[in-house]
């Protein structure tokens, strides 16, 4: 077993940004890989194994065998070993090996302990990382993946959180507010898809199911469909890649409210951000840099929402229909985010609702890693439906006088599809 110095426990709290900041009491020495040590069965230590340090392959094919003996029966798994690597971990092995790379220092250097599998070996970080993902991406139970692995819940449970905490810390590079010449493409990329000037993006939320043990079923996580949940809200660009998430709040917030407790709210309201460059329409008004939303969300004059009304003009359904385009990007990202990464669709039991926003960030920053390393999901990954069934629709109505005005300059400014199509 390896000989491990346990670090304190230190208060957590979401960041305005939407990132999980860890307030450690203190920092955990990172080691030198190679004096690592662990205890012989005399009691006396020796280094870890070489063979820690380099790729192991030999975890996938034990686990593909483990995996058809448990479940003869299942749904088949893709004949092509690569395909067969994306059903299980949503990642190619070249986007998995740099996951690894990403984790690597810290699981080696500051393993859990009891990490031993069934047959008395240290785990690999390949394997480690792959029990990890399995359990984000399928949602199984700790038992179950554990089953598949040959490792008990309580190393599913250990390797899990300890991928997490690595992954929250080494990977948030891949989950940033755009700096303006990226940002400069996104709006020229949305531009391009919907005809909106000057649109940075769009917003969505969604809930994260969980049961909860009696003493904690405060109606605070009561949300309006009678689950207990915890929100996501997540910005994305073009491509589908968050730029900006918030989490910890519970379900039962109206999406309205959600927004306005957001950093990114507050950020905005300050002139801190999507303060870009302007456009300047044909009747020489200003169009700022604006994201899009769906009715739950107020009009707002960096936030842009469908009209709604009976009898609209036929500038303002053209705008809805533009609108709608770049909107669905947002609930597209979700869609995708919690089929891929299923214990986020799943119904979580008894999670630590400290622990659960890392979980959420850490599936957003996979997410965004696939992207990253123009990966692809095998199709049918994706939810077939809405990323948030059985909730209904809501409608702020709230609208700010001077984003009324902004919407009616975008929409002058636009041209009509039959413009575009001629």
Not at 388 to 407: A, I
Request: aromatic residues 6%.
């Amino acid at each position: 077993m390896a000989l491990v110095n346990k670090p304190k426990k230190g208060k957590r709290k979401i960041r305005d940004s939407g990132e999980r900041e860890i307030m450690a009491s203190r920092k955990a020495k990172t080691k030198d890989p190679s004096k690592v040590k662990r205890a012989k069965s005399n009691g006396s230590l020796a280094a870890l194994p070489a063979d820690l340090r380099g790729p192991d392959t030999e975890w996938w094919y034990a686990f593909l065998s483990k995996h058809a003996e448990l479940h003869k029966d299942a749904e088949s798994v893709p004949s092509d070993e690569e395909e067969a690597f994306r059903y299980f971990f949503r990642t190619s092995r070249r986007t998995f090996d740099y996951i690894c790379s990403i984790v690597r220092d810290d699981l080696i250097s500051r393993p859990p302990s009891g990490l031993i599998n069934i047959e008395g070996r240290l785990l690999s970080v390949e394997k480690q990382v792959a029990i990890a993902m399995r359990r984000l991406a399928s949602g199984d139970s700790q038992v179950s993946v554990g089953a598949a692995f040959g490792v008990g819940q309580s190393t599913v449970s250990q390797v899990t959180w300890r991928f997490i905490e690595s992954m929250e810390e080494r990977a948030r590079h891949h989950l940033v507010w755009p700096d303006q010449e990226r940002m400069e493409d996104i709006k020229a990329r949305l531009e391009a898809l919907s005809g909106l000037p000057n649109c940075c993006g769009a917003i969505d939320a969604t809930h994260i199911i969980m049961t909860l043990p009696a003493v904690e079923s405060s109606e605070d996580w009561c949300d309006p469909a009678k689950n207990y949940s915890m929100f996501l809200q997540g910005i994305v660009d073009d491509e589908m890649r968050f730029i900006d998430i918030v989490t910890g709040w519970p379900g039962s917030l109206p999406v309205s409210r959600l927004l306005k407790c957001s950093g990114f709210h507050k950020l905005c309201e300050a002139g801190k951000r999507l303060n870009g460059p302007v456009r300047v329409s044909g009747e020489d008004a200003e169009i700022r840099e604006f994201i899009v939303g769906d009715m739950c969300y107020p009009l707002l004059p960096w936030l842009m929402t469908p009209y709604e009304a009976e009898n609209l003009s036929a500038p303002m359904v053209n705008f809805n229909a533009r609108q709608k385009t770049a909107r669905m990007l947002g609930t597209r990202a979700l869609a995708r985010l919690k089929g891929s990464w299923r214990i986020l669709h799943k119904v979580m039991w008894r999670p630590d609702k400290n622990k659960l926003p890392s979980i959420i960030l850490v599936c957003c920053l996979l997410h965004n890693i696939i992207l990253d390393c123009k990966d692809e999901l095998l199709t049918g990954i994706q939810l077939p439906v809405h990323h948030d069934t059985g909730y209904k629709e809501e409608n702020c109505k709230q609208e700010n006088p001077s984003g009324k005005v902004m919407r009616e300059t975008v929409t002058g400014h636009l041209p009509t599809f039959e413009a575009v199509l001629n």
